[in-house]
């Protein structure tokens, strides 16, 4: 008898604590975007300056919410443009975020980096598309521990909130809706 009610709390317990990280989901609403949807939303040539540069959409990744607003990127192919070795990825906001603490509006970035001193950091550099203008600079720290290694990976915020460039990954939070 003893064992049955102790069995009893424990599945109550598993309920109760699955039910709370369905519910922490929901609350952030927010999840992987696939390979179709960012193919939607991503252009084939992003518009960056004056020129519209092409696309490695397999390096494609994003996130999407409960009201279809997406926050994605790609890498740029910038070889023959005039933005070789200032931008390297498209960045596409549909509401507003903190990347490693610079504020970005939703609108469309182009953002590229420099390796800092002794090789743990990236400073990376974030520009309107369409002006060029630098909006800010942040760092990115080299990840902890093995990790794959990504062109471009941004994890939802209930999983990691980082964006991750290669071994490189910087903080974001996202703001209201």
């Known amino acids: 008898m003893i064992g049955r009610s102790i069995l009893v709390g424990l599945i109550a317990a598993c309920v109760c604590i699955a039910g709370q990280d369905i519910a922490q989901g929901q609350r952030s609403g ?24 092409e696309t490695e959409m397999r390096t494609a990744s994003g996130i999407v919410n409960a009201h ?16 070789d070795g200032k931008y390297s990825h498209y960045f596409l906001v549909q509401v507003p975020i903190k990347v490693g603490g610079i504020a970005l509006k939703p609108g ?42 990504e062109s471009l990976h941004i994890w939802p915020p209930n999983d990691k909130a980082i964006i991750q460039i290669g071994r490189f990954s910087i903080p974001y939070e996202i703001g209201e809706d």
Do not use: C, M, N
């Open 108 to 149: 469309e970035y182009a953002f590229g980096w420099t390796r800092g001193q002794g090789g743990d950091t990236l400073s990376v550099h974030f520009h309107e598309a369409a002006s060029g203008v630098l909006v800010g600079t942040t760092d990115a720290h080299r990840i902890a521990g093995s990790s794959r290694v």
């Open 30 to 53: 927010w999840r992987q975007a696939t390979d179709g949807e960012l193919a939607t939303i991503l252009p084939a040539r992003a518009p960056v300056e004056k020129e519209h540069i």
């Open 68 to 83: 279809g607003h997406y926050i994605a990127g790609v890498v740029l192919l910038t070889a023959g443009y005039s933005a």
